[in-house]
T-cell receptor, first 115, second 111 residues
Framework: NAGVTQTPKFQVLKTGQSMTLQCAQDMNHEYMSWYRQDPGMGLRLIHYSVGAGITDQGEVPNGYNVSRSTTEDFPLRLLSAAPSQTSVYFC??????????????FGEGSRLTVL | QQQVKQSPQSLIVQKGGIPIINCAYENTAFDYFPWYQQFPGKGPALLIAIRPDVSEKKEGRFTISFNKSAKQFSLHIMDSQPGDSATYFCAAPGSARQLTFGSGTQLTVLP
């Protein structure tokens, strides 16, 4: 079982460059989300989706863009990378809403460094 | 916006000890409080969760204690093992039923 697959696992960008972090899940989950993990900050929600064609902002959405054209895929786009976006990014999916008891299944993360 | 305060930031115990991690949350309209466990280089995974119609839930060596009036809940690990060394995150529901996570506790269990 693949679960939640994130690519790339590591990426180095220069300030101002753009890139897309890919996320795919094979569990037919309606709910998908992106988090960033920084030391001492825990996991902070960037964007989330409750189904194909529906996305919404989380706690820290600035500088990021998402779309959800299929149930399986939820890419995260960095529009113009900044050093403050250096972080580990996690994609997660769940069968139901997280806060209503939906277990989150996380990918293994994408470590991004912005120089 | 939901705030979740988690403590301590790091914790070192001897094998067999009982580490305790505490979390406090603000108002929430939804009752579901999970703990996630993360090993180095991996994504977090659900460890145990509680709905506070009960004050305590046990799964193996892991126990959640919940105090709804104080808006606090804690994770206890009985007979801790070196394999329990990981980062632990608590979470509470926020707006739109999305989870807000605590800042994490790095647990080290010495052999």
């Amino acid at each position: 079982n693949a679960g939640v697959t994130q690519t790339p696992k590591f990426q180095v960008l220069k300030t101002g460059q753009s890139m897309t972090l890919q996320c795919a899940q094979d569990m037919n989950h309606e709910y998908m989300s992106w988090y960033r993990q920084d030391p001492g900050m825990g996991l902070r929600l960037i964007h989330y989706s409750v189904g194909a064609g529906i996305t919404d902002q989380g706690e820290v959405p600035n500088g990021y863009n998402v779309s959800r054209s299929t149930t399986e895929d939820f890419p995260l786009r960095l529009l113009s990378a900044a050093p403050s976006q250096t972080s580990v990014y996690f994609c997660a999916s769940s069968y139901s809403r997280q806060g209503a008891g939906g277990e989150l299944f996380f990918g293994e993360g994408s470590r991004l460094t912005v120089l | 916006q939901q705030q979740v305060k988690q403590s301590p930031q790091s914790l070192i115990v001897q094998k067999g000890g009982i580490p305790i991690i505490n979390c406090a949350y603000e108002n929430t309209a939804f009752d579901y409080f999970p703990w996630y466990q993360q090993f180095p280089g991996k994504g977090p995974a659900l460890l145990i969760a509680i709905r506070p119609d009960v004050s305590e839930k046990k799964e193996g060596r892991f126990t959640i204690s919940f105090n709804k009036s104080a808006k606090q809940f804690s994770l206890h690990i009985m007979d801790s093992q070196p394999g329990d060394s990981a980062t632990y995150f608590c979470a509470a529901p926020g707006s739109a039923r999305q989870l807000t996570f605590g800042s994490g506790t790095q647990l080290t269990v010495l052999p």
